[in-house]
């Protein structure tokens, strides 16, 4: 009990919880949907994800304050794609919280004329692009960590010349997929924060993706794609040495 | 900004912050109905209010946790006033947020059958009893420090000549019994006591702070249960200064009273 005390303690490990909460009432609602006399407890299912996700928002509040801040940490960054890309990133997400506390301004009800779907869209969006730097610099780390190991298995193939029999002409195509996979396996082995945000942006993009009608999917998918990046997020409040670094 | 991101990390500081809010609100919405403000205005206000009511609710959801552990904690305590006053208090605590967990399941149509008044009644039950919890414990330590206050006091008047008192105060404050039981003389100690308060209060901030922070609280549950109607106006100030004091003692973490 200590440590989901710990937990819960700090604001983001609550808001990932009720996050996640939110998420899997989408994941029931769409799993329950179908089914004959389970009116009531999708209602019910309903009503929650609304409540907490209503709720969410008292977390969200101020937090421009904290994109800012982490725009002028990466700027500081010393590699360039990952300078470039998180700053833009960064800038993306301190307009997506400018337009989320407009969304807010609007549910409470102190400003009344706010066009919501067009805030929305434009939240949205800026989100998806966000969430599309984060991807693409985790991407450019990936690849890095991909070379790291390439370059470390040849230096211990030449300083240990092995026979092994050569692979035949028409497996070349498929051989090349299998160690770029196996490549791909190995790098984001050794570095389980990089693999869990690279898992964690790609099941986020999920939703401004059918926000923005970019790629229709259903509210299972999207559920189950909130509810697996809400655990990532848990994760990584529970144990800060598997956040991704930016250095 | 710095300060800003450290301090709404904490979800405690998040939910005073909204709670200062929801009772900033409830002054505005009371002050704004004695002046005759439009109905318009009022009617955002109490909006406001009840959004943000709804919302600390889901921000409250699982302090029961934290109020079970504390207590858990409170039970190793040395001193058995202060261990069971304590242990109580947040024993108390923990029920009042299972209620107001109840509560919310009703707002949020989790729960339809659920009794709001009933179970909002229960909630500041529970509250009271703590805050009464809180505020045995505030007086214990202030009478313990005014003893050793005084003892102090006593021994250094004993040992120097004038010191800060006149004489003839000194031989009453050192001394004990009275001569005879005459009102100057009651009027006197009554002074005394209340000047050694003032000393011990000043001299504990923490201490002071929560003396105050409790008593500001007791007039909420006092008004919501109908022992003591003050008014939603005195209610919302009582409510802002609390959040205001609790705010602080988040801040500054030396501020807040150990254990």
Redesign the interface.
């Known amino acids: 009990?200590?440590t989901?005390?710990r937990f819960?303690?700090?604001?983001?490990?609550?808001d990932r919880?009720?996050r996640a909460i939110q998420y899997t009432c989408m994941l029931l609602r769409y799993l329950l949907e179908s089914k004959a006399d389970r009116e009531k407890v999708v209602m019910?299912l309903k009503?929650?994800e609304s409540?907490?996700s209503?709720?969410?928002?008292?977390?969200r509040?101020?937090n421009v304050?904290?994109a800012?801040?982490a725009t002028q940490q990466s700027i500081r960054v010393s590699d360039l794609v990952p300078r470039l890309c998180l700053t833009i990133a960064n800038l993306n997400r301190v307009i997506y919280f400018v337009c989320d506390t407009i969304l807010w301004v609007r549910?409470?009800?102190?400003v009344a004329d706010i066009n919501k779907e067009k805030w929305r869209k434009w939240a949205a969006r800026h989100y998806y692009y966000s969430l599309l730097l984060n991807i693409i610099r985790d991407v450019y780390e990936v690849s890095l960590q991909m070379e790291q190991i390439a370059q470390e298995k040849a230096k211990r193939e030449k300083s240990m010349p092995q026979n092994h029999l050569g692979p035949c002409i028409a497996d070349e195509e498929t051989e090349w997929l299998q160690s770029f996979l196996l490549l791909l396996f190995r790098s984001l082995r050794k570095h389980p924060p990089l693999l869990l945000d690279t898992v964690k942006n790609l099941c986020d993009i999920l939703n401004p993706l059918d926000q923005l009608g970019i790629y229709k999917s259903n509210s299972g998918i999207i559920g189950l794609g909130g509810l697996l990046s809400s655990i990532v997020g848990m994760i990584t409040v529970a144990y800060p040495q598997m956040r991704l670094r930016t250095c | 900004?710095?300060s800003?991101?450290r301090f709404?990390?904490?979800?405690?500081?998040?939910e005073r912050l909204?709670r200062a809010a929801q009772y900033a609100c409830s002054l505005l919405g009371h002050a704004l109905q004695k002046h005759g403000a439009s109905p318009e205005l009022q009617k955002?206000i109490r909006?406001?209010e009840g959004?943000l009511s709804?919302?600390?609710k889901?921000?409250r959801l699982?302090n029961s946790?934290?109020a079970?552990?504390s207590a858990k904690r409170a039970v190793h305590l040395s001193d058995v006033v202060l261990r069971f006053c304590i242990t109580v208090s947040h024993l108390n605590r923990a029920l009042y947020f299972a209620c107001d967990n109840v509560l919310?399941a009703g707002?949020?149509?989790?729960a339809p059958f659920v009794d709001q008044e009933k179970w909002a009644q229960r909630s500041f039950r529970y509250y009271l009893f703590s805050l009464i919890m809180n505020l045995s414990r505030d007086a214990y330590e202030i009478r313990l420090l005014m003893e050793q206050e005084s003892s102090t006091c006593g021994r250094r008047l004993k040992g120097s000549a004038g010191g800060t008192l006149g004489g003839g105060e000194a031989e009453v404050a050192v001394g004990g019994s009275a001569p005879g039981g005459s009102l100057p003389y009651l009027a006197l100690q009554l002074r005394l006591q209340v000047l050694l308060l003032a000393r011990v209060l000043r001299g504990h901030p923490p201490l002071l702070l929560d003396v105050v922070r409790n008593t500001c609280d007791l007039f909420i549950p006092l008004d919501k249960l109908g022992l003591w109607r003050c008014g939603p106006g005195v209610v919302g100030l009582c409510g802002l200064v609390s959040s205001i004091l609790s705010i602080l003692t988040l801040l500054c973490p030396w501020l807040r009273l150990k254990p």
């Open positions: 009990m200590d989901f005390t819960t303690n700090q604001t983001q490990g609550r919880l009720f019910k009503k929650l409540s907490v209503s709720g969410r928002k008292w977390f509040l101020g304050v904290h800012v801040q549910s409470v009800g102190l | 900004m710095d800003w991101v709404s990390a904490q979800s405690q500081a998040r909204c955002q909006q406001l959004h709804l919302g600390r889901l921000l699982g946790a934290d079970l552990e919310w707002k949020a149509g989790l």
